[in-house]
């Protein structure tokens, strides 16, 4: 149980931080939430399922922002 409440609280902050900067890198998302790869890349994966954020390829850089409802 302790796992699934810390995955949602990680969701629910990387969403946060989207909202409020509408576009960020993986890097960056890091460096914000200071999260380790694995926690990141599970909020970010959760997120991405759920139709909630969008990963978009811009020059070499891979960007996450959250999808306009």
Do not use: W
């Not at 999260?35 to 070499?60: P, S, T």
């Amino acid at each position: 149980m302790k796992n699934i409440e810390k995955a949602t609280n990680n969701m629910k902050m990387v969403y946060s931080i989207l909202c409020n900067l509408k576009r960020c890198t993986i890097f960056e998302l890091q460096k914000l939430t200071k999260f380790r790869d694995v926690d990141l890349c599970l909020a970010l994966g959760y997120l991405l399922q759920n139709n909630q954020i969008y990963q978009k390829r811009i020059d070499n850089m891979v960007y996450y922002g959250v999808i306009a409802k």
